[in-house]
């Protein structure tokens, strides 16, 4: 059978979207953010069996990234982010507010391996925290390569000047607050997510929501960026009651390994 190569990449396109379904949940009505309740993050491995690695996993996210842990190491394992611009939908998930990128067109480079951006979300305030620190927002950039590994960009935030990627998409989260769950977002670069520093941290985790998936390659941005008051305010009134405080609480290092790199995420266009 001959395929056209425009049937072959919708096929590649429903693949990944298949296996990252397959990697997150969507359905947030099982589980919740709020401390002692029976759904709630100390729970999370207990409410299905497939689940359980948010309870019995030794490589689980977030962490903290603490400087007197982490080892320097050398320029070869650097990030290189080729990314265009791409139709995208901006989606409610209830638990978070998700970009979802359709085109699949764009990637990072990581030691050799290609990984597809799939969608970006919020999380309020940060999951990971730095020297103890937590912050009031972190964005993960979710990408997968053809074997289904996932990769996950982390950039934190604190209040300040208003940020610029949020401000061109506030309209469009106050309508998924309160109209629609989902809605066509156009088309949006994700090179407009400023990446700035030259210094981030790398470990091996997991997902942060259910069923905590491990094996995730996490990249952390050191540097800090800022964000409005009101932006936190704005994606945290558009989603469900239980969810406007999103952040799993941190979880035990057991002894990984965390790399701090002192080299800028690379830009490149292909």
């Known amino acids: 059978m001959v395929w056209s190569s425009r049937a072959l990449s919708l096929l590649l396109v429903l693949a990944f979207a298949t296996s990252i379904v397959c990697q997150e949940v969507e359905d947030e009505t099982e589980f919740n953010y709020i401390k002692g309740s029976k759904r ?30 982490v080892s320097v190491v050398p320029k070869w394992a650097e990030v290189t982010r080729f ?7 901006l989606k409610n998930r209830g638990h978070d507010i998700e970009i ?22 919020w999380h309020s305030p940060s999951e990971h925290t ?17 074997d289904n590994k996932i990769a996950v960009i982390g950039l934190l935030y604190k209040i300040g000047s208003p940020n610029v990627f949020i401000s061109k998409l506030i309209r ?36 942060t929501t259910p069923p905590c998936t491990e094996g995730v390659l996490w990249t952390v941005n050191q540097q800090i960026g800022t964000v409005s008051k009101e932006q936190v305010i704005i ?31 690379k830009n490149n266009a292909y």
Request: one cysteine or more; charged letters at 30%; a positive charge.
């Open 40 to 69: 709630g993050p100390e729970h999370w491995g207990e409410i299905k069996e497939e689940w359980a690695t948010c309870k019995t996993g030794k490589k689980q996210s977030p962490i903290d990234l603490f400087n007197r842990r």
């Open 83 to 89: 990314y265009r611009l791409g139709n995208a939908t």
């Open 100 to 121: 979802i990128w359709k085109d699949k067109n764009s990637k990072i480079k990581i030691n050799g391996t290609n990984y597809i951006l799939l969608q970006s979300h």
């Open 130 to 146: 730095l020297n103890g620190i937590r912050f009031d927002l972190e964005l993960h950039m979710v990408h997968q390569s053809k």
């Open 172 to 207: 469009k989260i106050k309508m998924i607050g309160d109209t629609e769950h989902q809605i066509d977002a156009g088309l949006i670069n994700p090179n407009e997510i400023t990446m700035r520093g030259k210094r981030y941290y790398r470990y091996i985790g997991s997902l």
């Open 235 to 265: 994606l945290r009134e558009a989603v469900h009651d239980h969810a406007e405080k999103n952040a799993r609480p941190r979880q035990a290092l057991n002894g990984r390994k965390v790399n701090l790199y002192a080299h800028a995420i």
